[in-house]
């Protein structure tokens, strides 16, 4: 006889409890892909500009990367757990090409990892990081986990930085100053001396600069490059961030890293390596895949950023050219942020699942990178090829047409 049936006696089972915390975690740019794939189900032909993956388009991470990876695979060396903080071999090139010694370099799970691992390190509830508006979403969602309060500055003509506005907003509890250049989603590129205003910025309140530089390859006009932030650093600590995913074609791959340029970080590397170690190792043949990417020269980039020039040209005249559209043209990366400027919508995310229930195009809420955008917003990816670009345009023309008369 079954001796496993509830006993007739007992309670109706409840929903586990979920902490309050998970209230803070979302992430806008996946989240609308389960009502993308109803749209989907219907027969809608589908335009996946939501995310940044290149590698679902015409880009693919260079050979001699993937070849290291193959080689690694063959080799049982690279089976078992890597070193907590990173393979030795890679943390030596990464050093090498940063001028710092190994110990200050952090081979991440991507670089998403390596900002929390940051963020931990740096945050107890109640404090701050200071923000761009718009930035990516994962910052916030971070900090509000860990009990962090928003703290966004604005950025204004052609998404550059109010450094009046940043000054204005940082206050006791501020633990870092965010750059995020190349920036997600707006494409803006920082120029130096907006650059050196916020690292002097930083200087006089003591705390460090968090450089996420994941696009810094990918600048599409590379006269208005500026370089690394840490060079214009001085004696103020710069958390720079970079990765396999965007400058090399291979989000998949998920090996970012944190470089500690500048005096006084010496117990923030220590407490990264204590993080590193609770999640024991990031995949080893992977590394050894990121070691070739740092070694090689990037001979990728120059045809990846002509596709990516052509595309960012159609996709700004179109958008240009539709009523009630208007947009700034991307300086790096794949990203586009449009505003709305007129129609029905009372919000971004009214706009742009009305967009995609319609044209099947899919994009992403201007508010999910910031709370404080004075408009209607959203990020498009410009990745894919001429014609699919050129006919959702069509399609976005049509239904701006239909909607704003």
Request: charged share 20%.
């Amino acid at each position: 006889m079954p001796t496993n049936l509830p006993s007739k006696s007992a309670p109706p089972a409840q929903p586990v409890r979920v902490s309050r915390r998970m209230a803070h975690v979302s992430y806008p740019i996946r989240d609308i892909v389960q009502r993308a794939r109803q749209v989907a189900a219907r027969g809608v032909p589908m335009h996946w500009f939501n995310i940044g993956d290149p590698n679902r388009f015409d880009f693919a991470p260079p050979p001699w990367i993937t070849k290291a990876v193959h080689a690694a695979l063959d080799d049982p060396r690279f089976s078992g757990y890597a070193p907590s903080d990173g393979d030795e071999d890679l943390r030596a090139a990464l050093a090498e090409s940063e001028s710092l010694p190994a110990e200050r370099i952090i081979v991440s799970n991507g670089l998403s990892e390596g900002l929390s691992f940051a963020m931990q390190a740096l945050m107890d509830a109640g404090d701050n990081i200071l923000l761009p508006s718009p930035n990516y979403p994962l910052y916030a969602t971070i900090s509000r986990v860990l009990g962090g309060e928003d703290n966004l500055y604005s950025c204004g003509r052609q998404w550059q930085p109010d450094a009046d506005d940043m000054r204005r907003r940082l206050n006791a509890r501020t633990r870092a100053i965010v750059i995020i250049n190349p920036n997600n989603p707006t494409g803006a590129v920082y120029p130096r001396k907006t650059l050196k205003s916020i690292i002097d910025l930083a200087g006089e309140h003591s705390i460090p600069v968090i450089a996420d530089e994941i696009y810094d390859k990918l600048v599409l006009e590379p006269s208005q490059s500026p370089g690394p932030v840490h060079l214009l650093a001085g004696d103020v600590p710069v958390i720079r961030g970079c990765g396999l995913s965007k400058n090399f074609f291979y989000p998949g791959a998920r090996v970012g890293w944190l470089a500690l340029h500048g005096p006084g970080l010496d117990d923030f590397a220590s407490a990264l390596v204590r993080l590193c170690n609770a999640r024991l190792s990031v995949n080893w043949e992977m590394q050894r895949g990121a070691i070739a990417a740092v070694q090689h020269a990037p001979d990728h980039l120059p045809a990846a950023l002509s596709k990516l020039r052509s595309r960012r040209d159609l996709m700004v005249r179109r958008l240009n050219e539709i009523p009630g559209i208007r947009t700034t043209s991307p300086q790096a990366a794949f990203y586009i942020f449009p505003q709305v400027t007129a129609g029905p919508w009372k919000t971004d995310t009214e706009f742009v699942y009305d967009l995609m229930e319609q044209t099947g195009i899919v994009g992403v809420p201007g508010s999910g990178f910031s709370s404080q955008l004075n408009g209607l917003f959203f990020r498009l990816v410009y990745l894919s090829k001429e014609d699919e670009l050129a006919a959702a345009m069509d399609k976005l023309e049509k239904f701006m047409k239909k909607k704003v008369g």
